[in-house]
């Protein structure tokens, strides 16, 4: 079974200041592993996946992920948050292995204040 | 393109009546899918299909049912509408499945869903 967790329902961060949404999973074999975001009113569009490679992932927006199999996390970072950054993020895992389908966690919602 | 479309935006439903919210996709992707969003819960995976005449059921099916008679349309009907079925609906199509550089998946806008 497959499954990820986001224990953070919501963070909080000034505008100028880095940021990290966390995200932690569990596959019986390799993950794959991706980050969406969804703003409000709006579908959810595609940040970044770890597939296999680098443990940094870079994607849009200027948000990167870093992959740690030993910790078996994927958190999210941007170095300088942004208001319009302000969202709910998803993190999603499929194994590689196994499992047909991605399991999305339950969401955080990042609010950068001004 | 215009990606993928769901319709409608908003529905209230009585219990007990039938509805179809309707989903396209003009990328030519063979893989589609039909989630739920509740409050704290993330996305719940429904039904999807990995090609025209194939589907499959998810992770909560009971209660929807999904065809697929060609490549660019997956509606998703409620057979009897329960106020459980209360949720924001989202389709999503990708390239492909089993090959995650294709995995990418396309959202739609959502469709608010209301059972009285």
């Known amino acids: 079974a497959q499954s990820v967790a986001q224990p953070e329902d919501q963070v909080n961060v000034a505008e100028g200041n880095p940021l990290t949404v966390k995200c932690t999973y569990s596959?019986?074999?390799?993950?794959?592993l991706f980050w969406y975001v969804q703003y409000p009113n709006r579908g959810l569009q595609f940040l970044l996946k770890y597939i296999t490679g680098d443990n940094l992932v870079k994607g849009s927006y200027g948000f990167e992920a870093e992959f740690n199999k030993s910790q078996t996390s994927f958190h999210l970072k941007k170095p300088s948050a942004l208001v319009s950054d302000s969202a709910l993020y998803f993190c999603a895992v499929r194994d590689q292995g196994s499992a047909r389908q991605l399991t999305f966690g339950s969401g955080t919602q990042l609010t950068v204040l001004p | 393109n215009a990606g993928v479309t769901q319709t409608p935006k908003f529905q209230v439903l009585k219990t007990g009546q039938s509805m179809t919210l309707q989903c396209a996709q003009d990328?030519?992707?063979?893989?589609m899918s039909w989630y739920r969003q509740d409050p704290g819960m993330g996305l719940r995976l429904i039904h999807y299909s990995v090609g025209a005449g194939i589907t499959d059921q998810g992770e909560v099916p009971n209660g929807y049912n999904v065809s697929r008679s060609t490549t660019e349309d997956f509606p998703l009907r409620l057979l009897s509408a329960a106020p459980s079925q209360t949720s924001v609906y989202f389709c999503a199509s990708s390239e492909q499945q089993g090959l995650a550089y294709q995995e990418t998946q396309y959202f739609g806008p959502g469709t608010r869903l209301l059972v009285l």
């Open positions: 596959v019986s074999g390799n993950p794959y």
């Open positions: 990328m030519n992707h063979e893989y």
